[in-house]
């Protein structure tokens, strides 16, 4: 047998690696195509016409066999793209999302990303390579979640409106149930009894605390209605903060700390109510005996900033860390420390709508520090 000339060795060579490339590329599932422009001619790998149910030799290597099959209203995308790529001489790339009719009916759903790989020297493209991925799991999935979601939001809103509904509406037999049983108090007063006078301010007693509690609820509904996003500057607001609670900062004896504040892009109300939330309660929750240090600092990520209002009062246990958020959960009876238990509730929805989160981290009687982030 006469030798191998050293061409025709690098030609095996070369045929040797183009069937390793091929199978590596069929192994992975995608589907690749191989276009020589002039000839209008395109290799479509046994994988490409699989993904559509189609046999090696039902589909004739042409660019007509995909475009027969392509979403008519996806062509222009992939000519778009690829006209982009080729004015750009390849520096945009070209790829497109489109969905083909797969031979038992079903949308299947295919990625295709490609590049010329050989151009005539006036730059025209002469040969474009490529690969085609199937998407559709990927797509149904994105298509659940996206569902899930609206329905979701649409649930929050109906909730929402509920909620705010009943408790404008609730306001007014609130009213005139206190407003009479005040008439009674006074007018009747000790004319029924020592006991009636009591139930009477038991009755005022509660009418007041459901007032608080339906006001807390509509304010709560309310909140999220403020669409504007400004810059909210931190160590501003903490100065302003300051200054309208000046009256329970000196009646606690508070030295309030604050740190070096990055400006945030946020809703200002929302903001200026979740610090004051948050700082009415270190004040609140203070440790007899202990002169009260509240710390405000802040840490700047890439795409958040995280606040930290940390104090030194009577700290919560461990289990109930996650249940103070929760609306109207309180850990002390209202003749201990005075409150609703919606100041946490309100503070997680205006995180939660700056993409952010909130959390504690506290030792009984050694203090909280309450930690949320702000999506920038
Ligand atoms: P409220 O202050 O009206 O009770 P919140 O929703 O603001 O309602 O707080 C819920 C509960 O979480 C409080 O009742 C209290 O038990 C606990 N809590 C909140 N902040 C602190 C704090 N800084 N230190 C200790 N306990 C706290």
């Known amino acids: 047998m006469k030798p191998l000339s050293e061409v025709d060795q690098l030609k095996n060579q070369l045929r040797e690696q183009e069937t390793i490339y091929k199978n590596i590329l069929e192994g992975t599932l995608a589907g690749y195509w191989d276009w020589k422009i002039p000839e209008n001619y395109e290799y479509l ?53 489109t969905r083909y009719t797969h031979k038992n009916g079903s949308t299947i759903w295919v990625y295709c990303r490609g590049k010329v790989i050989e151009w005539d020297e006036k730059g025209n493209p002469l040969r474009a390579v490529g690969s085609h991925v199937d998407i559709t799991k990927l797509k149904e ?40 049983t ?14 009636a006078d009591q139930y009477l301010n038991f009755i005022l007693d509660s009418t007041s605390r459901m007032k608080s509690m339906v006001n807390g609820l509509l304010e709560h509904s309310r909140i999220g209605h403020e669409k504007k996003l400004v810059i909210v500057d931190g160590n501003a607001l903490i100065k302003q903060i300051q200054e309208d609670m000046k009256v329970s900062i000196t009646e606690a004896g508070a030295k309030i700390i604050v740190g070096e504040l990055p400006a945030v892009a946020g809703h200002e109300t929302q903001i200026r109510l979740l610090f004051q939330n948050l ?95 702000i999506k920038q």
């Open 141 to 180: 999935v994105e298509e659940a979640a996206k569902k899930d979601s609206m329905q979701l939001a649409l649930k929050n809103k109906e909730l929402e409106q509920f909620a705010y509904v009943a408790s404008h509406d609730l306001q007014e037999p609130i009213r005139t149930i206190s407003s009479f």
């Open 45 to 97: 790998s046994p994988t490409f016409k699989s993904m559509f149910g189609y046999e090696d030799h039902e589909m004739p290597n042409h660019p007509d066999s995909w475009q027969k099959i392509i979403f008519q209203e996806d062509l222009p995308k992939v000519f778009e793209s690829f006209g982009a790529h080729v004015q750009s001489k390849g520096e945009i790339p070209f790829h497109a999302e």
């Open 182 to 195: 005040s008439l009674l108090a006074q007018q009747y007063k000790g004319q029924l009894g020592e006991e």
């Open 279 to 373: 700082i009415s309660n270190a004040l609140k929750f203070r440790k007899q005996g202990t002169p009260v240090k509240i710390q405000i600092i802040a840490e700047q990520r890439t795409d958040e900033v995280q606040f930290s209002v940390i104090d030194n009062g009577i700290g919560i246990e461990e289990k109930y860390k996650e249940h103070i958020f929760a609306m109207f959960q309180r850990l002390h009876a209202k003749t201990e420390y005075e409150g609703t238990g919606i100041g946490l509730a309100h503070c997680q929805k205006i995180v939660a709508l700056h993409g952010g989160s909130i959390w504690v981290e506290s030792k009984l009687n050694e203090g909280s520090t309450f930690h949320f982030t």
